[in-house]
């Protein structure tokens, strides 16, 4: 709690020193941005743990130092992601903060079809690592992978044989 109130502290002094010029945002927001450091969030097996989403599927991540084993419900990601498309979304994220091979991962996803599970666990691996190491946020942010895929399937209307799709049309 005492942390929490320093970094307040040092917040509002950061906003009260900025000098008040047409530069005063840009030099207050580097102040801010300075004041205000994320800390690694690790449990005590040294691992940090990220949800990540994509369609109907929610991936558990978690991630710690290792050789870059990846194992998904169980079963290495080469058997249960078989298609080199879907190994190359969930190996995006750690070529983009540039750590391949650095870390072990453990998930386990739920739901959707291979493809949303895919973009499922590469949200949370993003998401485990930026929690893991800080410094590697704006790699992922700037990258896109930090955000959550808001895409999903438009309902079935009434009166309609799809969302969107009449039924067929009979003159007679």
């Not at 079809?113 to 590697?136: D, N």
Request: aromatic residues 6%; proline residues 5%; hydrophobic residues 40%.
């Amino acid at each position: 709690m005492s942390e929490e109130i320093k970094s307040l502290d040092a917040l509002k002094d950061a906003v009260a020193a900025a000098p008040a010029s047409t530069d005063a945002p840009a030099a207050a927001a580097e102040q801010i941005a300075e004041a205000i450091t994320r800390e690694p969030v690790r449990d005590e097996l040294g691992r940090s743990y990220a949800t990540g989403k994509r369609k109907d599927a929610v991936a558990r991540v978690w991630i710690k130092p290792g050789s870059g084993k990846v194992i998904v419900n169980g079963r290495e990601m080469k058997v249960y992601f078989a298609r080199p498309v879907q190994q190359l979304i969930l190996a995006q994220p750690f070529q983009i903060a540039g750590v391949v091979g650095e870390f072990d991962v453990m998930a386990t996803v739920k739901g959707g079809g291979l493809s949303g599970q895919a973009g499922a666990v590469k949200h949370g691996i993003s998401k485990a690592l930026q929690l893991y190491e800080p410094s590697l946020r704006p790699a992922l942010k700037a990258a896109g992978f930090l955000t959550r895929d808001s895409r999903v399937v438009e309902r079935k209307k009434y009166g309609r044989r799809k969302a969107r799709r009449s039924f067929q049309f009979s003159k007679r």
